[in-house]
């Protein structure tokens, strides 16, 4: 149950293009297509930005897309806004109805 | 529309007990799983413990094991978080999720839970 591995901090510039890795084990990551992406701002409740790897929920702009290979997944935000800046989180399903998230990564657009 | 609202939280003592609960609307409630994810004060989100929609399946962090306990009553759409022998480092806001294999599709508010003496 050891948590995702996320960078602590990215950055870019609005209209350029981010990318957040989030890396796990064949356990949980790999072993499933069931990584989830999470988008949180200070006070807020988190908000699923992507479900099963790469499905947008209604209303999420097509800007967030996710992958996956192997034991890593990504959230790559495309065109950069400046509400874009926040914490993302990952998560992955690990089998037997556990969950396990990654420390998050803080996003800022400069 | 899903609404997860829970309640149950509040101050208490290190050792001793609280219990929370999640009522769920908007959706067909024993067909889905449900989980508690936390986030402590300034840090990440944290699953906690997850329960199948039949109930057979529980599980939880190993933190947590042996002292939290997660239970659900399908025919009052509620989901609850029996937490005994609490300690601080349990202090944290715990949301209720509809939990699809694939994520928490949807979050309640949070309830603050604070272990301190």
């Known amino acids: 149950q050891s948590a995702l591995t996320q960078p602590r901090s990215v950055s870019g510039s609005p209209g350029q293009s981010v990318t957040i890795s989030c890396t796990g084990t064949s356990s949980d990551v790999g072993g499933y297509n069931y990584v989830s992406w999470y988008q949180q701002h200070p006070g807020k409740v988190p908000k699923v930005m992507i479900l099963d790897v790469s499905r947008r929920p209604s209303g999420v702009p097509d800007r967030f897309s996710g992958s996956k290979s192997g034991n890593t997944a990504s959230l790559t935000i495309s065109g950069l806004q400046a509400e874009d800046e926040a914490d993302y989180y990952c998560?992955?399903?690990?089998?037997?109805?556990?969950?396990?998230f990654g420390g998050g990564t803080k996003l800022t657009v400069l | 529309e899903v609404q997860l609202l829970e309640s149950g939280g509040g101050s208490v003592q290190p050792g001793g007990s609280l219990r929370l609960s999640c009522a769920a609307s908007g959706f067909t409630f024993g067909t889905y799983a449900m989980s508690w994810v936390r986030q402590a004060p300034g840090k990440g989100l944290e699953w906690v413990s997850g329960?199948?929609?039949?109930?057979?399946?529980?599980k939880y962090v190993d933190s947590v094991k042996g002292r939290f306990t997660i239970s659900r009553d399908n025919s009052k759409n509620m989901v609850y978080l029996e937490m005994d022998s609490l300690r601080a480092d349990d202090t944290a806001v715990y949301y209720c999720?509809?939990?699809?294999?694939?994520?928490?599709?949807?979050w309640g508010q949070g309830t603050l839970v604070t272990v301190s003496s």
């Open positions: 329960i199948s929609g039949n109930t057979v399946s529980a």
């Open positions: 999720t509809k939990a699809l294999f694939g994520g928490c599709e949807y």
């Open positions: 998560c992955s399903y690990a089998g037997s109805y556990s969950w396990v």
